[in-house]
């Protein structure tokens, strides 16, 4: 199993040319030498190169999973020989063994932490409040973790600084964007063996995952509607050509179902119920939260699973749901998350904001601070060296024409 692993690592390192570069840059001036990151993500290929070149950085890395069913666990076994990485991540665990797993991580003290939906954060804030004086501070990767640490932060409970990589153009627009909406779409027809074309596609949620599902659902000839709670968005959703409706109304419409708000209760007895024979349900946001899937175990006649895809047949008909619920590109069997090339990316961000926060993060209050500007136009620089790819510069005079405020007349 660990030669398994090490074979998907090494074929997403030499896609991962952004990462590479940081990575000799940080063999240079190991500026995490002396420190522990502890890290909650999905374990597998890509994170496994973030973990190496963090520890090429210096630092000792303690790592688990994110998610019960995300691990790749011949990967997880690899990272075990890596000099200086030490997993926990194993796939399929209860939610006991998952937290045991987190706890693990804790157990380390590490000073700065990287999560992908604030599970670190959370227990540090809990019950491993004793470890907070030692946290310098920590990155979060998804929407759904920026959303708890803002209302932490609001409330006054956020007790150390956090760079929302979530939330800058470099990983909204290329994670979040082409990210999910091309793996979420492979995971769907890998496990289904269905066609897009043709099919009603309801897309819960226009934010920039919704939004990036909807653009390669309608690539591939699939017909979009998509439901919103923000009236904004859904005008934007209109504008981009999609139909809007109701999730009453799409319900009674829609052959697939996809959400990607982050929110609870999206798909609820109330939609199921109103779905026809043979329905799709998948969830492409990061906890099994939005389809009411304990409604449907508790009333399903007769439940059938296979592999990735568990059938309930209700009041006469069969619904279909994908990956229990969880996060379809990667809860599913067949789901290897998103393309390396994005998250070459997004992990290259996470590189460069640990080591913003190991450099400044005492001086940063306890709150959710941005990605600074300079790390994103960097990698974006590193990204399209590493393609080849040349693009004009501002002269003196344009610059100083901007900056006018005073144009005469």
């Known amino acids: 199993m660990k030669e398994s692993g090490e074979n998907k690592i090494s074929w997403a390192r030499q896609y991962m040319p952004v990462l590479a570069a940081i990575r000799k840059e940080f063999e240079s001036d190991r500026p995490l030498k002396g420190l522990t990151v502890g890290m909650a993500l999905h374990v597998e290929a890509k994170t496994a190169v973030l973990a190496d070149t963090l520890a090429a950085g210096g630092a000792e890395v303690y790592i688990t999973g994110c998610n019960p069913l995300s691990t790749q666990d ?14 926990y991540a194993k796939r399929g665990v209860g939610v006991q063994e998952y937290y045991t797993a987190i706890d693990r991580v ?36 998804t929407t759904t973790g920026i959303h708890r640490l803002r209302s932490m932060a609001r409330e006054g409970k956020l007790e150390f600084p956090v760079i929302a990589v979530n939330d800058t153009p470099m990983k909204r627009h290329f994670d979040n964007v082409h990210g999910t909406g091309e793996s979420s779409l ?21 934010g920039f995952c919704g939004r990036g599902l909807a653009r390669k659902v309608a ?23 999609y139909m809007v409706m109701s999730m009453d109304n799409a319900a009674l419409a829609g052959d697939l179902f996809i959400t990607t708000t982050g929110n609870i209760g999206v798909i609820t007895e109330r939609h199921i119920r109103r779905m026809h024979d043979g329905a799709i349900l998948a969830n492409a946001g990061h906890f099994n939260v939005e389809i009411d899937v304990n409604w449907l175990e508790n009333h399903g006649e007769e439940i059938i699973r296979r592999e990735g895809i568990t059938t309930y047949h209700v009041e006469g008909k069969a619904i279909h749901l994908l990956a229990e619920g969880r996060l379809v590109n990667l809860a599913s069997p067949k789901g290897m998350g998103h393309p390396i090339e994005v998250m070459d990316l997004s992990f290259a961000l996470q590189a460069l904001s ?20 300079e790390i994103d136009t960097r990698v974006a620089h590193l990204k399209l060296a590493a393609l080849g790819l040349i693009i004009d510069e501002l002269t003196p ?3 100083d024409y901007q900056e006018a405020w005073d144009m005469g007349t």
């Open 354 to 373: 640990v080591r913003y926060i190991a450099e400044h993060g005492r001086n940063l209050t306890p709150a959710v601070h941005e990605v600074p500007k």
């Open 106 to 141: 804790l157990d380390s003290r590490p000073q700065l932490t990287i999560d992908d939906g604030m599970d670190l954060i959370h227990r540090l804030h809990t019950s491993r409040r004793d470890l907070l004086p030692r946290v310098i501070g920590g990155c979060e990767e």
């Open 186 to 206: 492979a995971a769907l027809m890998v496990t289904t063996n269905l066609l897009i074309a043709g099919k009603q596609v309801v897309i819960a949620g226009y």
């Open 74 to 87: 011949d990967v997880s076994e690899a990272l075990n020989t890596h000099p200086h990485v030490h997993s």
């Open 219 to 241: 690539g591939l000839g699939g017909r979009v509607i998509v439901t919103e709670v923000d009236p904004r968005k859904a005008l934007e959703a209109y504008m981009d050509g």
């Open 397 to 399: 005079v344009q610059k």
